[in-house]
Structure formats: C-alpha cells, structure tokens
C-alpha cells in the first residue's frame, strides 16, 4: 500500500458549508486522495494523499476549478478580511433595503416607469457587470455539472431579462451580492470563536541564549531552553517553572477564573497569562504541540466529526436545488408566467439550510472551550443531547486518587498520636501514596516525623524501620496472623478502606485506615445528570467490593468491581446493543478503550495530557465535575437551536416557495427575502454564545 502524508491547504472564499462540500468534492477527485476533510471554521482543506501523485499545483488547480483560491501565503487572523461584529446593524440595514425595494420599488409602482426609460442594452450591461462575480462561478459549476443556489437565481435573472424586465433582473443580482455578504457574515461569526481563541497564542518568546535575553518567535523556541515571563506576558510555551514565583491566570486552558501561583516545579501551559510577578520557564511543548496549541487544533478539527442532522441537511441540499428547479417549471407550464417562474428560481434558500447546523455547532464547540470544555465536533454534541446512560470510572475521576487517613485506631491502648507519629516516622523516605497519606495526616495534627534507621521495604506488604530504638513495621493486615479475629478491622474494610497494620517490636499496636477522596462537587453534579433525565448513572471500577460498594452507597448509585479495562469496553457494548447511548466519563488514561467504544467519551482534567486529549471525544480542562453536567446542557441548548434553525429554514422556504408559484412574489421582493433567513439562523445560534444555563 502506498504512503501517505497528510496535507493542510488554506482555502480562500468559501462562504458556507455548501462550498465547503464543493471543494471537497473537487480535491476528492484528484488520482492519489485517500480522503480529504474541509473544515470551513478553519478555512483550510486537511487532505490524506499520496506524496507521489498529488501535487500543490493540482489542489490549487482542483480548487480554482470549483470556483475558490488556494492562497500563495496562508491567510493570518489578523489579515482576514474583517466583517461588521454588530449582529443588529447588520440585520437594521439588510431589513431597510428590503423595505425600500419592497415598498419604494414594487407597492408604488417605480420599477415599471425605469424599466421603460432605460433601453434594454443598457440594462442588461448593467445587469452583468453587477453580477459577473456570480455568473463566473455558476458557469464553473455548470462546467462541472454542478447546481448551486446562483444558479437558481441566475436562471431567475435571465427569465426576467427574456420578457424584457432587466430591473428586476438586477434586484435580483443586487440581493444575490447581499446574500451573499450575509451569509459570509453569518459563517464568519461562527468562526470568529474560533479565531478568538486562535488570536490567544503568543506569537514571540523572550528567550536566554548565551547570556543574553533575545526576543525570537515562538515557533523558533527550542524545547528545553529557558524563557522568560514577565507581569502582564502571556507564557509562550509549556513547561515547568525553574526560577521566580508568580500568579498566572489559567483561564484560557482550564475555563477557571481564579488564578494560581506558580513557583519552582510549577508546571505552566502556553497561553496563560502572568498577571503577578516573573518566572523563568524550561520549555517542554512549543507551537501546535503546546496543550494550547491542540485545544486550538482539536477545535478548528471539530468541525470534520459532522452531527447526523448536518449530513441529513447537507443530502437534504443536494436534493432539494433540483426539486426547486422543476416546481418553476411546473410553474412555468401551468401558469404561463414567466416571471413567477422566475420568482420560485430566485426565493429558494439553499444555503440557510446548509448553514442551520454547522453555525450553531460552530458557536457551541467554540464557546465551550472558551470555558474549559474541548468538544471534538458536533456529532458528539447530538449524541451527548441524547444519551441515556452514564458509566463513570472511579479513581481519578469521582476521587482525587490520593489516599487519605480517615482513621487511627488504637489496639491495647496505644497512645493514637503516638501509632500516628511512629507510622510516619517510619514511612518517612516511602515513596508510596499510603505512605504520603500517613506523612500527611500526622503533619495535620503537628507531629514531625523522627528520622528513622535501617530503613528496609518490604515488598507486597510495606516497611520496616528502626524509630528510638524499636523496630516499626507498617503493612497490610496479614502481617497479623489473627487479624480476622480483630472486629474493628472487618468494620473499615466494610467500609470500603485500605487497612495499614503498625507494630512495635512484632507487637500490633494499632491500625491505620486510609480512603480515597471523593471530589466535592461530585454529589451535587450526579443529582444534576439525574434531574436532566440520565436513566442510569453506574461506577466501574478495579477495586474491591468494598470500596465500590461504600462508595455507590454514599452517590445512590449502581457499581461494578474489580473491573480490568476489556470488562468496562463490555459492559459499554452491553448497554449500546441494549439501545442506550451511553457516555463514559474516565481519566483519559486507562480509561481509554472505553472511552472511545462509548458513543461519548469524556476525560475529566486532562490539561496537559496527551493521550485524554486523544483518546476522549470531550475534554474537560480542569478537575471540576460541575462542567459535566454543563456540558449536558450545553448538548441538548444546541439540539434546540438547531431543531429551531431547520423549522425556521423550511418554513420560510416553504411560505416563499408556495407565493411565488401562486404568483404572489414578483421577482425582485422573492430576491429580497431570500437574504434574510440567514439573519435568522445567526440571531438564534448567537444564544449559544451566552450562558450555557438551560
């Protein structure tokens, strides 16, 4: 099988999804394309092909056959061609030129008296340096047998233009060049989100080379040099901090507003901002490879994983242009009007329905990273909407995966502070996660830790150590032979605790308990998923029954224990063939093959974390299982919005479609309204941008 590489081509003037699908029909054709994804928000085609049948030259030629640029230089953000940012002017200053042509032009009649003074010639030369942009690319398409909505209405203008109304043909031109810039407005104010986000990348790092501090760009840092950030600076890169403190604002990594100080061991991401003091920072990640830089990446991507009611009304466009074309025929052959064969050509909006998913998507996923939750495209997003059944990992998920001391008992009074500070003691040079609960727990209650001797591990049960004379051991309960007899120890494992035995000179002297910390949010956050309708919330998990148990009981939900990570994948597919759409909400890590059988997968506090980046089809940047249920809204907000933007859409056309074959809708007040169900569908999906409340 031949090689392949994978190619990023900038593409230039596509205005909505419906040319998004032309070039990527165009590209597609080329001998050597394995396949080819154009991801409009991102202006740019991600093509799998092989090096040794495609060239450059042959994308560029493909896409300028379809009628857009390949651009010699990559367009910037800040080059793009700027657009108005005021939704309501826009909408104020399209609806007064409707008005005008509507009221001035066609109630009172002055349309007719400008047609007559004017000489046919000289309108029609009016007509087509107005609309020679247009006409070009419908002749394109119809070279490669392809019907766009201009050719719709460049039909209707040459209709009008045959029984000798060349005024209305250029309404109709006029409002093709207006709809045009609507709907390039509407496209480009799903993308700005995007843009936004991208504008946050620093683009220069202050760096030390050879004793001196150089301003280089950020693409030219090297991993491992060291950069420096001062008050107020964005950090260029991520990487861990080796000098300076300073309270650095996270919030366009993890969504979270309150800052954090950062000092020596810090681990600190590009894009944040150093709003306190100044650090010195040893480079790990620079440019796309930073955690900024594939948040950047996965969003401007999502677009590519396409929501099954977008396909629906991406087939639903191809179909329905055709439709439109033979009911002005039919029109034509009952009515024997011209011109309101003309008006059904010219009304159609073929283009709202292409854009009344991906705009609210676009709007969703963009917005949603701005608050810390990475969603990878919009058919997870319709799946989310939809989902039924959560299954929920424990540890590192619903728990910090830190251990804590939750009880110290005595046996045959022993002082409890006394067992505390011996454990430690002993557990001092332990690297163990128990043994930094222990150290922990007796610094908590202002116990330091004696400096132990003859220091020995003992593996698969804990340690022994020399503490003022006396020989400690700290381990599991088997160190003690009758430990079943003991009461107190079957209440803990009961309860779903890690039990340490600590002895003095071979004699137990007490018994240290240790849980899991379950996060706090955790409860009130599955009550949430339970209000929004979640039939079944479940916890799978490796550990002991106990544990599982304890900890089910205190969430009110199901659970299933001692789990390798094949039982969770089954248990997703058991539920799936069951009919369910289930979510799987994981640490990103071991958690990976489940995550990705799961029709959503979701990784909790991955920032900085490659493979949950990879493996989850949502990402929360931060530990923080408010952002679940958020996100569960979020979802079924979107569905709304969309649902509501294709009602709108068909509506509308078939009002339109219906006045215009009735006669109704003379050409030029068909062209006018024919740019405004765009303002309608941006209106509505610019509510994703606001709160992400339900």
Request: neutral net charge; contains cysteine.
């Amino acid at each position: 099988m031949a090689k392949t590489v994978r190619l990023e081509v900038p593409i230039k003037g596509m205005d909505c999804a419906q040319c998004a699908h032309h070039v990527e029909k165009a590209i597609g054709e080329l001998a050597g394309v394995v396949s080819v994804e154009v991801l409009l928000a991102a202006e740019r085609a991600v093509i799998h092909a092989d090096p040794q049948r495609v060239h450059l030259a042959a994308i560029r030629q493909a896409v300028k056959s379809a009628g857009y640029e390949v651009p010699e230089v990559p367009v910037s953000p800040a080059t793009r061609q700027a657009v108005p940012r005021h939704f309501t002017l826009l909408f104020a200053s399209v609806f007064a030129l409707v008005v005008a042509v509507v009221v001035v032009g066609e109630w009172l009649g002055l349309f007719a008296p400008l047609n007559a003074a004017i000489p046919l010639p000289l309108g029609l030369a009016l007509v087509l340096v107005g609309g020679y942009p247009v006409f070009r690319n419908v002749v394109r398409a119809a070279s490669q047998r392809r019907i766009t909505s201009h050719t719709l209405m460049t039909l209707g203008a040459v209709a009008a233009l045959a029984v000798g109304e060349w005024v209305a043909a250029a309404i109709v031109v006029l409002f093709m060049r207006v709809g045009d810039f609507v709907e390039r407005f509407t496209s480009e104010s799903a993308r700005r989100a995007v843009k936004d986000l991208t504008a946050l990348a620093p683009q220069t790092a202050r760096v030390e080379r050879n004793g001196f501090e150089l301003e280089v760009p950020v693409d030219e840092v090297a991993p491992g040099e060291s950069v420096i950030v001062r008050p107020g600076e964005r950090i260029p890169v991520d990487g861990e901090v080796v000098a300076g403190h300073a309270t650095v604002n996270q919030a366009t990594i993890t969504g979270e507003a309150m800052p954090m100080e950062v000092g020596p061991g810090s681990q600190v991401f590009a894009a944040t901002v150093a709003t306190l003091g100044s650090i010195r920072v040893k480079a790990t990640r620079v440019g796309e490879d930073t955690t900024f830089g594939r948040v950047i990446k996965l969003v401007e991507e999502a677009e590519a994983h396409r929501a099954e009611v977008q396909r629906l009304a991406d087939k639903f466009s191809g179909y329905y242009l055709p439709v439109v074309a033979g009911l002005a025929a039919v029109t034509l052959l009952v009515s024997r009007n011209p011109l309101a064969a003309a008006s059904v050509l010219v009304v159609a909006c073929s283009c709202s329905f292409a854009l009344a998913t991906p705009v609210a998507m676009l709007a969703s996923i963009a917005a949603a990273a701005k608050r810390g939750l990475l969603i990878k495209g919009g058919k997870y997003l319709e799946e989310l909407a939809g989902a039924d059944v959560v299954l929920v990992d424990k540890t590192g998920t619903l728990t910090l995966g830190r251990p804590y001391i939750t009880d110290v008992v005595p046996l045959h009074n022993f002082p409890a502070s006394e067992i505390l500070l011996l454990a430690a003691s002993a557990e001092r040079y332990s690297e163990h996660p128990l043994a930094e609960a222990v150290r922990t727990a007796a610094g908590a209650q202002g116990l330091s830790p004696l400096d132990p001797q003859g220091f020995t591990p003992i593996p698969g049960v804990g340690v022994r150590a020399q503490v003022n004379g006396q020989e400690v051991v700290v381990g599991k309960e088997t160190l003690l032979a009758d430990a079943e007899s003991v009461p107190v120890l079957h209440t803990l494992k009961a309860q779903g605790k890690t039990l340490l035995l600590v002895l003095v000179d071979n004699k137990a002297v007490g018994v240290l308990a240790a849980a899991d910390t379950l996060r706090p949010e955790v409860s009130v956050a599955l009550a949430e998923l339970k209000a929004l309708g979640i039939q079944q919330v479940e916890v799978l998990t490796g550990d002991n029954q106990h544990a599982a148990a304890a900890l089910a009981e205190r969430l009110g939900v199901r659970f299933r224990a001692n789990l390798l990570p094949e039982d969770k994948i089954r248990i997703v597919k058991e539920y799936q063939k069951q009919g369910h759409k289930v979510v799987m909400i994981g640490d990103g890590v071991n958690d990976a093959p489940a995550l990705a059988q799961a029709n959503v997968g979701i990784a909790l506090g991955v920032a900085g974390t490659h493979v949950a980046l990879e493996a989850a089809h949502v990402a929360l940047m931060r530990d923080d299982w408010t952002l679940v249920p958020a996100v569960f809204r979020l979802a079924r907000r979107t569905k709304r919005v969309v649902l509501g933007n294709l009602a709108f859409t068909g509506l509308y056309n078939l009002i339109g479609l219906s006045l215009a074959a009735l006669g109704f809708l003379p050409p030029t007040v068909a062209a006018a309204a024919q740019s405004l169900p765009d303002l309608g569908i941006l209106g509505n999906s610019a509510r994703l941008l606001r709160s992400e409340k339900a």
